[in-house]
């Protein structure tokens, strides 16, 4: 039997990944495909602790996790469009017209 | 109480006409001026006959006090008034001479625009008299010493736009206070020795005092007396007052502020006569002075200035008299002399009011016809003054040479001697060269010439009448009802009257008396009446001692170069350090409170401003760092988002549910 | 069998995500994406979450995935020189510190809570999509109102943001 510790582990190690690659990288796009990864890493969690403890509320949230998961992309890559229609840039850090 | 009110009057009433003349004198005309000025001292002149009615009724001294002025701790001063027989004859003195000089004055002053404020000053002059001999104290003797020291500043330099006459008043006052400071030493000496400043305590314990001490008091307010009273060596004020009017002169320098010198030694004779060292003193100085100025004014021309140096040479006299111990006699010529000095100042001022304002007897001359009534009380004026029996200066005069000789001082009667024929030729050579032979007048003032008015012939022939009858109450010598009179103040306690033994010696004394008179006339009549040339070779034949006499023995310029040039450059040095030390140390006082003001100035700038601006600084301070947070990069926004988020699952981790990271090494 | 099953999808699903951050080229990392969440389905699979496991596939690698790979292709954007931030290290090694601490944390302490009442046999017995919808409909629906409400949300925003701006949209 796999133990809860591992599928926690397995669930942080992605989380830090996708964190990570939120802070690191360049491209809008992939910032949020590394959101993507943070919430199935979250993902992973729950399942595992609702297996673990007998309860369905796990995979119900997770549920929920990829629908918002889900429009989160869509509007984020919404305002992808908008940013670049209007020929800032797409990297994230050539879009800084709010500094000071 | 009737007496009281007489007692407070004789000074109060003078008083009120200063004040009513001096303050609204110039609204109202100068009839009323002249009305209030002499009435006063008429009204006082009448409350002193009666005082000294009352005096003669019951012969008792007594004491009114007016007003109880310091008291408390040691010191303890009353504005009080001692009335015995010597107060009696100064006031009478005082005020009936004074009266007679008020109304010359209305004459001889008439037309001049300062009428009311002379007669203001005049009142002055006559309050301070009286409180000077009225006082039963010290201090309130000082006020009027002080007072007429004023009252004969203001008057001398009532021609305040002569230069000569403002120097005069000030000359006067200041050796005038070389004396007051001889005489406040004295004061002080005897408050220290009798905690009290009253005659009657003073007097009573006199007793008590040792001779030195003694001698100290009296020599300390003998300086004072030879300054009021102008003998050697403070006499130089005297002939420059004359500047003033013939008025002033004779009512301050004849009969009444210059004897206030000798009125205080007999009133203080009792710390004298305990003094045998201050009363020889007091005689030689007298004696000295009498001789002296005598001498000087053998030669005079000015008619004014020959008066005043033989005033100071009378007062040489009186002094003389307190020197050897015959007090009364010293009074007696006091009185004397103010009649038949004020006399012969005042018809010298007739003269010189009739020759409009000349007064150089070499300018004058047979002035006899033209004014026979002036002619007359100055013949009358001189007769005394030379000693010519029987007018009032042989009496007294005489008297004064009989006590010295009878008591054994007989070098001072031979100065007493000379000096009479001394007096007696200069007095007739004056009325000789004024009234007798060929008129030097000059034509301008020729024209001008006529006798005065009665208003000040009036005053004139009573001084006349009164020089030649006021001899009377001291005859006969030491034995009148004068020295009767004032017996109860003077001569108990004064060396005694030895007389028996010597009633062949007094007539004897007297006819020599009257012989020095007689040939003193005499050599004046043929220097200037008989041979009128002779005087002039003689003055010729001599003409170094003829230049020092009529230089009055260059004293002048000797105090001039002696005791007022280093004076002057004293002041200088005093004048230096007070613009440098003194003014320095003000200067940089300023300039450190400017200093200060500066500091302050500049405190309050950096330091209080400063401190307010800081908090706009360091909010600025603060927005410039913490401005860089806002990068406008979005990535940076999530890097702190999720250091915020790891701080605070950490803290929630460790700290709420109290497991420590550190113990993992344990687990 | 099973451990084995999952050592492989958890250590393929690690390096697909590794692989996601770090490529260079955009479609790149999407296909790495898409590895990734075809073995987190897998791990569902193991867990007894067949319902989700689906979902799973259908929604995230088949929609949002293709939505992703749809607009990179629509930007056509260049490679980059420089993929990632500059001094991306501090970040890197920080989070990794945070990270492994917190796991460190994680693991020390008791997890466990209590337990439910669906055990796994009786999911078997009803099926996962039944068990799953049981419980959504009877305890969760509120939320599952909400998350609809968000979806139309979601699509209205994205509408509005990325239509053609028409000559009305411009400021005059």
């Known amino acids: 039997m796999v133990p809860l510790a591992a599928y926690v582990v397995v669930s942080a190690v992605l989380f830090a990944t996708g964190l990570i690659g939120v802070l690191i990288r360049r491209n809008f796009i992939i910032v949020l495909m590394a959101i993507g990864i943070m919430l199935n890493a979250a993902n992973i969690n729950l399942v595992a602790f609702s297996h673990y403890l007998d309860s369905m509320a796990g995979q119900v949230v997770a549920l929920f996790v990829i629908a918002i998961a889900a429009g989160e992309a869509a509007v984020g890559l919404a305002i992808i469009i908008v940013v670049f229609r209007a020929k800032i840039a797409t990297n994230v850090d050539e879009i800084n017209a709010l500094r000071w | 109480m009737a007496f009281e009110l007489l007692v407070l009057a004789v000074p109060a009433l003078p008083l ?30 009448l409350f002193a006959l009666g005082i000294f009615a009352e005096m003669l009724a019951t012969g008792a001294t007594r004491e009114v006090v007016a007003y109880p002025w310091i008291f408390g701790g040691t010191l303890t001063v009353n504005l009080g008034f001692l009335i015995d027989p010597l107060t009696c004859v100064m006031l009478l003195v005082v005020t009936g001479v004074g009266f007679l000089i008020h109304v010359y004055s209305i004459g001889y002053m008439h037309g001049e625009e300062g009428f009311t404020r002379f007669f203001t000053y005049m009142n002055l002059f006559m309050v301070s008299m009286l409180l000077l001999v009225m006082g039963n104290n010290y201090l309130v003797l000082f006020i009027g010493w002080e007072g007429v020291g004023l009252c004969s500043y203001l008057l001398i330099g009532y ?23 001889g005489f406040l030493l004295g004061i002080f000496l005897v408050f220290v020795n009798f905690q009290t400043l009253d005659y009657t305590t003073v007097f009573a314990r006199a007793g008590q005092l040792s001779t030195g001490m003694a001698t100290t008091i009296a020599l300390c307010l003998l300086v004072g007396a030879i300054g009021k009273s102008a003998q050697i060596p403070l006499y130089t004020w005297l002939p420059d007052a004359m500047e003033g009017p013939t008025p002033v002169s004779a009512l301050i320098h004849a009969a009444t502020m210059v004897t206030a010198g000798v009125y205080m030694v007999v009133r203080n004779h009792v710390l004298y006569d305990m003094a045998p060292l201050a009363l020889s003193t007091v005689a030689w100085i007298g004696g000295g002075t009498a001789l002296f100025a005598a001498s000087i004014g053998l030669v005079q021309n000015d008619i004014k200035r020959v008066l005043a140096y033989s005033t100071v040479s009378q007062l040489g006299y009186m002094f003389l008299a307190c020197g050897v111990g015959a007090y009364a006699a010293a009074i007696f010529h006091l009185m004397t002399h103010a009649f038949f000095k004020a006399l012969l100042f005042l018809s010298a001022g007739s003269v010189i009011h009739a020759l409009a304002g000349e007064q150089d007897i070499r300018h004058m001359g047979g002035l006899r016809a033209k004014l026979p009534l002036t002619h007359l009380s100055f013949l009358t004026g001189t007769l005394a003054i030379a000693g010519i029996f029987p007018l009032a200066g042989f009496w007294s005069k005489d008297e004064i040479m009989a ?7 007989y070098a001072l009667y031979g100065l007493a001697a000379l000096g009479a024929f001394l007096t007696a030729f200069y007095m007739f050579r004056l009325t000789y060269l004024t009234f007798y032979g060929e008129s030097r007048v000059e034509p301008h003032a020729a024209g001008h010439l006529h006798e005065s008015p009665w208003i000040m012939m009036g005053p004139l022939i009573a001084l006349a009448t009164l020089s030649v009858i006021g001899g009377f109450p001291g005859v006969p010598p030491e034995a009148g009802w004068f020295h009767r009179f004032l017996n109860p103040v003077v001569g108990t306690t004064g060396p005694a009257e030895a007389h028996e033994g010597s009633t062949g010696l007094l007539p004897t004394l007297m006819g020599i008396a009257t012989a020095i008179a007689l040939s003193g006339w005499a050599l ?3 220097l200037y ?42 002041g200088a040095v005093w004048d230096w350090f007070d613009q440098r030390v003194i003014d320095g140390v003000v200067r940089a006082v300023g300039r450190l409170t400017e200093t200060s003001a500066a500091f302050s100035t500049l405190f309050e700038t950096y330091i209080i401003y400063g401190s307010i601006n ?22 940076h926004y999530a890097a702190i988002i999720v250091a915020g988020l790891f701080l605070l699952v950490h803290l929630l981790w460790v700290w709420w549910t109290g497991s420590s990271s550190v113990g993992l090494a344990a687990r | 069998m099973v451990p084995l099953f999952f050592v492989y999808f958890a250590l393929v699903s690690i390096l697909a995500g590794v692989l996601t951050v770090a490529l260079r080229n955009p479609v790149h990392c999407g296909l790495a994406l898409l590895t990734l969440l075809l073995h987190v389905s897998g791990l569902f699979v193991l867990l007894n979450a067949e319902f989700l496991f689906a979902v799973q596939i259908i929604v995230y690698a088949g929609a949002i995935l293709v939505l992703y790979l749809f607009v990179l292709m629509l930007l056509n954007l260049k490679t980059e020189e420089r993929h990632l931030h500059q001094r991306y290290a501090i970040t890197l090694v920080a989070t990794l510190g945070i990270f492994g601490e917190l796991l460190l944390l994680v693991l020390r302490s008791p997890f466990g809570g209590a337990k439910g009442d669906a055990p796994t046999s009786a999911v078997l017995e009803v099926g996962g999509s039944q068990a799953v919808g049981l419980k959504m409909f009877s305890d969760y629906v509120l939320q599952f109102e909400i998350v609809g409400i968000f979806l139309l949300g979601a699509i209205i925003g994205a509408v509005v943001l990325a239509k053609t701006p028409t000559i009305s949209d411009e400021r005059p």
């Open chain 2, 614 to 635: 800081i908090i706009g600084y360091s909010n600025h301070l603060a927005a410039r760092v913490l401005r860089r947070l806002q990068t406008g990069m979005v990535h």
């Open chain 2, 529 to 570: 009446k008989i041979r009128p040339a002779a005087a002039h070779e003689l003055a010729d034949r001599t003409p170094r001692m003829y230049r020092t006499l009529l230089n009055k023995y260059y004293v002048d310029e000797f105090y001039d170069a002696g005791v007022v040039e280093p004076l002057k450059r004293l």
């Open chain 2, 524 to 526: 004046a009549h043929y």
């Open chain 2, 159 to 181: 021609y305040y736009d002569r230069v000569s006459a403002a120097k005069a008043a000030t000359k006067a006052f200041v050796v005038n206070r070389i004396g007051d400071a």
């Open chain 2, 403 to 409: 006590h010295a000789f009878v008591h054994g001082h």
């Open chain 2, 16 to 45: 009120l006409a200063v004040i009513l003349n001096g303050l609204f004198g110039n609204r109202y005309s100068h009839r009323v001026a002249y009305w209030l000025g002499c009435g006063s001292v008429g009204v006082s002149f």
